[in-house]
């Protein structure tokens, strides 16, 4: 008789596995990954490898020592003790962060415009008080640039009404003001001493948004060519809400991490962050399984170092404000040891 194996669903939850289950799972996640991604399942080794990672019944389980990676953060110091400054020095010595990120609550680069000077400010008192690399990050929030907040039509409104080609160019528009926006912020922080931005979750708008995020890169790396700059994702695959965009000859609409490390190294990124998203209804195991699978291919083509999103309900992480130590040490470890990222 099996003994059972406790283990995390995507949300969260406790449940008890047997190991043939738990190997049934693995096999299902990676064949739903390549199915999807059109790429090649995991090996009978790296499956092996996988079922006795998560057929451990320790509280908490590492890599070897010698094999660890670069851990950098989006969103580190909010305020929860003492300043948001105070905070990131936690991070970088209580946490082990090897960078750490300045960033505020309203996460978009649209709404970082109005508070640059305090932004900048707080950036020149980070520079001031941490020994890691400390960069600035927000999201290009495409969606902000749409009206009754923002600028341009919404397109979200004109694409049901049949009107495509005036939903194009209201994409299209918002892309030109976002990237303005970003650049805005980015000549700031420089000024400031920031050794890096980030553009998190790029591309949540769609191809769009992925695009104004490809174009800010590029203007920064030609400003500030020694400058870090880090791109991750919203998900696993950019939606085509516009459709027709494209970066250097590449349609943007469709791509998967391969082709997204692809363009984001040629715009000028020097990390690449993609995400998978989590199903909540699949142990941990499985939705593992399904994100390094989607991911693998990147990590031995890209040209740059690839940083996982293994946050909150991204690669394989549960879906839950405070996701266990058991499940989150497991899947860093499977991604390190399989998926062979350079970060998490």
């Not at 918002?174 to 890096?196: K, N």
């Not at 994702?233 to 991490?257: C, I, K, N």
Request: overall charge negative; some cysteine.
């Amino acid at each position: 008789m099996e003994q059972d194996i406790r283990t995390r669903l995507g949300d969260g939850s406790l449940v008890a596995m047997t190991p043939s289950q738990i190997r049934a799972d693995l096999e299902e996640g990676t064949e739903a990954g390549a199915k999807r991604s059109k790429l090649p399942p995991l090996g009978e080794d790296e499956l092996a490898h996988l079922h006795d990672i998560f057929c451990s019944n320790a509280r908490f389980s590492a890599v070897d020592i010698g094999d660890e990676v670069v851990l950098s953060f989006d969103g580190s110091g909010n305020a929860d003790i003492g300043s948001r400054v105070e905070e990131m020095t936690v991070y970088q010595n209580h946490h082990g962060a090897d960078m750490t990120e300045l960033w505020n609550i309203d996460y978009s680069y649209k709404a970082i415009k109005t508070i640059l000077s305090y932004e900048s400010n707080l950036m020149k008192s980070c520079q001031m008080n941490l020994v890691a690399p400390c960069q600035y990050g927000a999201m290009p929030d495409l969606g902000r640039y749409s009206q009754p907040d923002g600028p341009v039509p919404n397109w979200s409104e004109l694409m049901p009404l049949g009107k495509i080609a005036e939903a194009r160019a209201a994409q299209e528009e918002a892309a030109e003001h976002a990237t303005r926006d970003m650049l805005f912020v980015a000549d700031a922080m420089a000024e400031a001493g920031a050794d890096g931005m980030d553009f998190d979750t790029a591309g949540a708008a769609g191809d769009g948004d992925f695009l104004a995020t490809l174009n800010a890169v590029a203007e920064i790396r030609r400003r500030y060519p020694d400058m870090s700059i880090e791109v991750g994702m919203a998900s696993e695959f950019v939606l085509g809400m516009h459709g027709e965009l494209d970066y250097q000859g590449h349609r943007l609409a469709g791509m998967w991490p391969h082709d997204q490390a692809r363009v984001a190294a040629a715009a000028g990124a020097t990390i690449f962050g993609p995400a998978v998203n989590v199903n909540t209804r699949k142990s941990v195991a499985w939705n593992v399984a399904r994100a390094i699978t989607i991911v693998k291919k990147c990590c031995e083509e890209s040209t740059i170092p690839v940083h996982m999103n293994v946050g909150m309900g991204v690669g394989g992480v549960p879906m839950t404000p405070f996701p266990p130590a058991d499940a989150v040490s497991r899947v860093a470890v499977a991604c390190r040891e399989i998926g062979r990222l350079d970060g998490l």
